[in-house]
């Protein structure tokens, strides 16, 4: 159901990779509630992924940008505003790291690819960031939003130096949310997504053991791709204009869990003990 939230809105929306990515799953309930933006993600992931179809379907267009280069933001900034004018809304959907991918254990990382995690995961986000308000390219009131994980404030097995990246992509959302919404009235949030099997998620060890864990764990259970994208939805509306510097749970109860009953009673299985509800 469309209920036209974004309505005449304008943006950017970086991330989307195929139709297992929450950025596309963001993209194409933000075409519905009438939003204009433009799809934007490296060349590398423009050949490997499906985003060209992303943007037909939503009547866009796609321009290569890599997040980690300042010279390729400016260039994406240029054309959108071009297009747009000032935007409304970005979306941050960017993670990977070399570490997980070569499963290198925490305690033996590769510093280099400590560093291009860093870069590619939390700092690209200041840029961006730094790179919008540089050229003055939000309206008043506009949002930008990243997508985070507990692992920022719990360690989780297997999630390796994403957990590093992600506390630092929360405390660049309030950092700058301060400069930016004092400045300009420009609000800065994460949204902390339940694990989901996109196709970085798929990369993490133990990730189907996982996303069994937090559903068993969740009052609610796991929140999905379309229900993470629904959310942005609403935090790119006019519906959230006082809402800035926070990290948004939105796990279906998670954040809050210390032991639930289906948890404990799938624990107590393999000891052979007899619970009460």
């Known amino acids: 159901m469309s209920y036209n939230l974004l309505k005449g809105k304008k943006g950017i929306i970086f991330g989307a990779l195929n139709d297992m990515s929450i950025a596309w799953k963001v993209a194409e309930r933000s075409y519905e509630e009438g939003a204009e933006f433009i799809l934007t993600n490296t060349p ?59 499963k290198l254990p925490y305690d033996q990382l590769s510093y280099d690819y400590y560093h291009k995690t860093l870069d590619i995961s939390a700092l690209s986000f200041h840029k961006v960031i730094s790179q919008l308000k540089k050229h003055k390219a939000m309206n008043d009131w506009g949002s930008i939003v990243a997508l985070s994980y507990v692992a920022a404030q719990r360690t989780l097995y297997g999630y390796n130096d994403m957990a590093d990246a992600k506390s630092l992509l929360e405390s660049i959302a309030r950092s700058f949310g301060y400069i930016y919404g004092r ?4 609000r800065i949030n994460t949204i902390s997504q339940s694990p989901t099997m996109t196709t970085a998620g798929s990369g993490v060890k133990g990730i189907d053991g996982l996303m069994d864990f937090t559903e068993r764990m969740s009052p609610l259970g796991n929140a999905t791709a379309l229900e993470c994208a629904d959310y942005c939805i609403t935090m790119f509306s006019d519906l959230t204009k006082k809402v800035t510097m926070q990290n948004l749970f939105h796990d279906g109860g998670f954040s809050s869990m210390g032991m639930s009953l289906r948890a404990m009673t799938q624990y107590n299985k393999s000891l052979d003990i007899e619970i009460d509800e």
Not at 60 to 88: C, F, H, P, Q, R
Not at 183 to 186: F, I, N, W
């Open 44 to 102: 590398v992931s423009m050949r490997l992924g499906s985003v060209d179809e992303l943007a037909k379907k939503c009547n866009t267009e796609v321009v290569a940008a890599d997040a980690t280069k300042d010279s390729d933001l400016e260039n994406l900034i240029k054309i959108a505003m071009e297009k747009y004018g000032k935007l409304d809304f970005v979306l941050h959907s960017i993670g990977m790291s070399p570490n997980v991918r070569k």
């Open 183 to 186: 400045e300009s009235r420009v």
